[in-house]
């Protein structure tokens, strides 16, 4: 293959440690060495290179569920100087069509169960884009070493197009630069431990940051192994996480799979010695959840990220701290700068909550087309992140709320955040989500919705009791909502915006008790 362009990882092992494992695909059961990887990925960057016409800087989208050659891909199009644009294939061809049109791409990789949708989405975009499948990149060809050298993406190019979940509106395309992925890896490694002899096991779906960044691109980049699932199943993943072949170290949870986790009648008695921890994000974990994990001796840990920062925040790997603080979510990993800022952009007072912003490496220069997004949520080399926080005493930052989700009743501030996790305590409260709706005499009042499957009457009662007791009156949801699942994007956000809708235009079925 020649000598190696430089900042590809992927090929430095392959060169000083060709025979370790790169990366395990559990659904096929293949196994590629990093020699075996990067053989791949050169010949499938030749044939993106081809298809493309050589043309750097053009989109490949991907349609396809976690697999070993959707990893390769990931390598493979920036060695072909492509922009990878990773499709949410939950989504319905009428969603993936606003995707596509924003994305523009030159190619579409599709997995089968995918391709119809992916076609159908196309044509109501109106474009004309080929659809191939993840295996037409596969396999030795004599012609792929006949191609003329390529070009990889430099690192301040934009290697990625990651689409945000959209809980607030039009999703956004996230530019990420090799530089940008490079660092974002280089924070989870630092506080996660990730290293030659960590393997992670990847059912994060690969078009969000965790899946993505986090686990895939850490692994690679630190010399480690990726261990592809298509799926959660819990008792699959419990019995993966204790194969000693295996040999899982790092699991990616949201507090959903937890719990369900934590229901397999297996899990008291699994062996899960060899785990570094489970690693979560995306929300609350409920202190309930960290006591039973921690008591059953697996370290559940928290963190601060997002797609336009990659990892930011993390909890230290210390089972009795997070058991102690499982409020917040840690400290600031090595490679970002973070500061709690007023609305002029100045820090904040010890204590006082403010805006998250963030500098640094890893932060993303900017939204895809969207120019006025970019503004709104840059200024100088600070991003604005829209969440709201504060330092506790010994400096772990706690999420106080979303900005946005913040409502005033009465002229106090309300953060649901906060009301939330006193549902959360309440006895038979699965999940709960508050939002702030209008009120004739308050201006605003809460509106909780409240995920259990027990009896409403009993649970509200329940609910009010505990709130009289540790809420002021102005913080108490007026209005409660029982459901049996709250909605939820890809990435388990909860969509509140869906809620304040269903509560405005009594589209919900859920059954109302309201104060």
């Known amino acids: ?22 990366c395990a695909d559990l659904t096929t059961g293949e196994r590629l060495t990093y020699r075996d990887f990067s053989a791949r990925a050169w010949i499938a960057a030749r044939r993106v290179a081809k298809a493309l016409k050589r ?53 579409l990789v599709a997995e089968a169960e995918f391709a119809d949708a992916a076609r159908e989405a196309i044509a109501s975009a109106g474009l004309s884009i080929q659809v191939v499948s993840p295996e037409s990149f596969a396999g030795p060809d004599a012609a792929d070493l006949k191609m003329p050298e390529l070009k990889p993406l430099r690192g301040n190019e934009g290697c990625i197009i990651l689409y945000t979940s959209g809980t607030t509106g039009r999703p956004k395309g996230v530019v990420i630069t090799r530089d940008n992925a490079l660092w974002s890896s280089m924070n989870f490694a630092a506080v996660a431990v990730v290293g030659p002899r960590a393997r992670l096991l990847c059912d994060a779906p690969m078009f ?3 899946g993505l960044v986090a686990i895939t691109r850490t692994a690679l980049q630190q010399g480690g192994a990726v261990l592809m699932s298509d799926r959660f199943v819990p008792c699959t993943t419990l019995a993966r996480m204790q194969d000693p072949e295996l040999a899982v170290t790092h699991y990616f949870v949201v507090p959903q799979m937890v719990e369900a986790l934590l229901r397999e009648p297996g899990f008291a008695t699994a062996d ?81 909550v403010g805006e998250i912003w963030m500098t640094g490496p890893s932060v993303s220069p900017g939204y895809w087309r969207q120019p006025e997004a970019t503004a709104a949520t840059h200024r100088g080399v600070w991003f604005r992140s829209g969440d709201l926080g504060r330092y506790q005493e010994d400096g772990a930052l706690v999420i106080v709320d979303r900005l946005k989700d913040m409502y005033i009743s009465g002229g106090e501030n309300v953060y649901p955040a906060e009301v939330e996790a006193v549902l959360r305590q309440v006895e038979g409260v699965i999940d709960a989500a508050v939002v702030g709706v209008a009120d004739p005499r308050w ?5 909780a ?9 009993a649970i509200g009662a329940a609910v009010r009791e505990r709130c009289s007791k540790v809420l002021a009156r102005y913080k108490q949801p007026a209005h409660l909502r029982f459901v049996e699942a709250l909605p939820r994007t890809g990435s388990g956000k909860v969509l509140k915006q869906r809620l304040r809708d269903g509560f405005l235009h009594d589209q919900t079925h ?3 008790d309201t104060a």
């Open 272 to 352: 899960l010695s060899r785990l570094t921890a489970l690693f979560s994000g995306g929300g609350p974990l409920p202190a309930s959840l960290v006591r039973s994990c921690v008591e059953r001796g697996v370290k559940l840990v928290n963190g601060y990220g997002m797609s336009e920062v990659g990892s930011a925040v993390h909890m230290p790997l210390d089972g009795g701290y997070m058991a102690r603080n499982s409020h917040a979510v840690g400290f600031t990993a090595p490679y970002i700068e973070v500061r709690l800022a007023n609305e002029d952009g100045e820090p904040v007072a010890d204590g006082d």
């Open 443 to 447: 201006g605003e009042v809460g509106a």
């Open 55 to 107: 043309k750097r800087g053009e989109r490949v989208a991907l349609l396809s569920r976690n697999s070993a050659m959707s990893a390769v891909l990931v390598v493979a199009c920036e060695r072909a100087g492509a922009v990878l644009a990773p499709l949410n294939w939950r989504l319905t061809a009428a969603e993936l069509s606003g995707l596509i049109a924003d994305a523009e791409p030159a190619l």
């Open 208 to 210: 969000h940051t965790v």
């Open 510 to 512: 859920a059954r109302s």
């Open 449 to 457: 919705f409240i995920e259990t499957a027990k009896a409403h009457a």
């Open 1 to 22: 293959m020649g000598a190696a362009p430089g900042f590809d990882p992927v090929a430095f092992h392959a060169r000083f440690r060709p025979g370790a494992l790169a």
